[in-house]
């Protein structure tokens, strides 16, 4: 059996094409997923456009994020046709991923879709709202409830930052979205923000400790608006950071953390377990409704992956691409 994939490869130079391949290439596993829907990640956009090292092995089938049905299994918790999707794990790094038809995978990857979600829903979600929702359910858990004040979201057009306004919202935390399209203003109360704060009010170097307004936050961007933020979660708060858009670095000091006990909660999708994997994927499904989405998307095919990696890491992107394998 043939697909169709999105291959980069580094031989003679960079390319990033639509190739067909042989099933009997893809790597080892017990469960065959039909691949019907995948999406566009940051990292995505990163190694589709070979701007970020991310890509391990060549040649490599781009996605980090899978969706669509069993197509066989060697494992009995799988059954041909259970919509699944499988997230990170490896794929589109070092593993062939799932910008293509067909992906084989471990039994241990893939969680079953909870209703009312099926693959497209999945894919519109993709690895940016799962991470949203470990960010989530980690200041949840560590106690934050919509009394406690404003909780931050930055990066907030963002797929990450979209979906954890979103369900911060949904929740009735009142949610101060962090953008740096403000244009996107209406976008952002759309999805439950209550405010909207330019990105520039975060991204310069800032006091170790700021006002205390802030119950907690959800960064996405890391450097100076992470240190920021930690500058100003009110005691005891909380501070999940998933992301790099910014930088990598992080400017700040032990101040938030050893003069107000703030937490600092390290969020990374990539090796989550199972049981945080089908709490987040449960929590989604809880808190956002397949209606909910139809205002996030944009369904592209294979052929404009390019394309659309370009204008995420140009940062012109507001909310989610679906890449629809039949299209
Ligand atoms: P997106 O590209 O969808 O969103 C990132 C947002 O950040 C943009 O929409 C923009 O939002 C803002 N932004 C973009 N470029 C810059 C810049 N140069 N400086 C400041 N802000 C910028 O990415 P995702 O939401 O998918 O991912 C967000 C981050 O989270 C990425 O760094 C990604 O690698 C990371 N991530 C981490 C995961 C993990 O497991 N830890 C999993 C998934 C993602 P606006 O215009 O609204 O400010």
Redesign the pocket.
């Known amino acids: 059996m043939s697909f169709q994939a999105l291959l980069l490869e580094n031989q003679p130079a960079f390319t990033a094409r639509v190739a067909r391949l042989e099933e009997a290439a893809l790597p080892e596993g017990e469960v065959l997923v039909r691949v019907s829907h995948s999406t566009l ?3 995505d ?2 190694a589709i456009a070979n701007a970020g090292p991310i890509v391990r092995a060549w040649p490599l089938v781009a996605g980090i994020d899978a969706a669509g049905v069993v197509e066989s299994s060697a494992s009995p918790d799988f059954q041909p046709g259970d919509p699944v999707v499988v997230n ?1 794990w490896g794929q589109g790094e070092s593993r062939w991923g799932g910008l293509a038809e067909l992906v084989r995978v471990p039994a241990g990857w893939p969680v079953k879709l909870p209703r009312p979600y099926g693959p497209f829903e999945a894919a519109a979600l993709g ?2 709202g799962y ?1 949203a929702a ?1 960010c989530v359910l980690a200041l949840e858990a560590h106690g934050l409830t919509p009394g406690d004040g404003p909780v931050l979201v ?9 979906v954890a306004v979103l369900l911060l919202a949904r929740a009735g935390f009142s949610v101060w ?5 403000t244009a ?1 203003a209406a976008y952002l109360k759309g999805l439950g923000a209550a405010e909207v704060l330019p ?1 520039s009010d975060f ?1 310069a170097p800032g006091k170790p400790l700021q006002k205390e307004r802030l119950a907690g936050a959800v960064d ?3 450097s100076h ?1 992470l240190a920021n933020a930690c500058a100003q979660v009110k005691r005891n708060g909380a501070v999940a950071a ?6 990598m670095d992080l400017p700040a000091t032990v101040a938030p953390f050893i003069l107000r006990g703030i937490s600092l909660l390290g ?4 090796y989550a377990s199972q049981a945080r994997r089908q709490a987040a994927w449960n929590l989604l499904a809880a808190r956002i409704t397949p209606a909910d989405l139809a205002g996030i998307v944009r369904t592209i095919g294979l052929e404009q992956c390019p394309a659309a990696a370009a204008d ?2 140009a ?1 012109r ?2 909310g ?1 691409f679906v890449v629809d394998l039949a299209q």
């Open positions: 990640n940051y990292k956009a990163l990170g690895t940016a991470t470990l930055t990066g907030a057009t963002g797929g990450v930052g979209s979205a962090v953008t740096g399209k996107d990105r991204t996405t961007l890391g608006a998933c992301g790099l858009a910014m930088g969020i990374d999708s990539v995420i890491l940062g992107v507001t989610r």
